[in-house]
T-cell receptor, first 117, second 110 residues
């Protein structure tokens, strides 16, 4: 079975531009979460979606938005890019909603490395 | 105070050594605990979930102490391939997001 896939793998943008990152979860997983990881730190939570609804939002500005589609894939959008948005953006999928502890385990995709110049 | 704190290391150990990592978390209502492994410039990979009774998977043993809000990971018989950053991860009640520590770097040397 395919794992979590993300596209693109790398991206270079300039300040002020907009970017869209894409994620497809593991087959059968209904929840997608987005994280930002800067060098030397652990991933920081941005959003979680389950069944197309936002379930949680981290401490990120409104320039960050996301959505989930009927096939459970997801997009993360970032507007008005800043130099500080340069990071590895990770998507994670999980079962969620099954009631078992295993449903909370999140599996990460390879990430999109965004560089803002 | 950070929600999840780890010693950043690096821990430099010879092959075959036993090494232990510790992690503390601040939210006493946290419900789920995990260790992830992350190789340089790669995504985090789930190493193991941590259960209240402690659990073992081959050379890896994880322990949880809820009273002290402390999680540990023990690696026995270290291999060169164990060299990576180990991330302590916590999930709180009602929160679906994972909170990550900054990671502990392990370098196993021949």
């Amino acid at each position: 079975d395919a794992g979590v896939t993300q596209s693109p793998t790398h991206l270079i943008k300039t300040r002020g531009q907009h970017v869209t990152l894409r994620c497809s979860p593991i087959s059968g997983h209904k929840s997608v979460s987005w994280y930002q990881q800067v060098l030397g730190q652990g991933p920081q939570f941005i959003f979680q979606y389950y069944e197309k609804e936002e379930r949680g939002r981290g401490n990120f500005p409104d320039r960050f938005s996301a959505r989930q589609f009927p096939n459970y894939s997801s997009e993360l959008n970032v507007n008005a890019l800043l130099l500080g948005d340069s990071a590895l953006y990770l998507c994670a999928s999980s079962l969620e909603g099954s009631g078992s502890g295993l449903s909370y385990e999140q599996y990460f995709g390879p990430g999109t490395r965004l560089t803002v110049t | 105070r950070k929600e999840v704190e780890q010693d950043p290391g690096p821990f430099n150990v010879p092959e075959g050594a036993t090494v232990a990592f510790n992690c503390t978390y601040s939210n006493s209502a946290s419900q789920s605990f995990f260790w992830y492994r992350q190789d340089c410039r790669k995504e985090p990979k789930l190493l193991m979930s941590v259960y209240s009774s402690g659990n073992e998977d081959g050379r890896f043993t994880a322990q949880l102490n809820r009273a002290s809000q402390y999680i540990s990971l023990l690696i026995r018989d270290s291999k060169l391939s164990d060299s990576a950053t180990y991330l302590c991860v916590v999930r709180g009640t009602g929160r679906r997001a994972l909170t990550f520590g900054s990671g502990t770097r392990l370098q196993v040397q021949p």
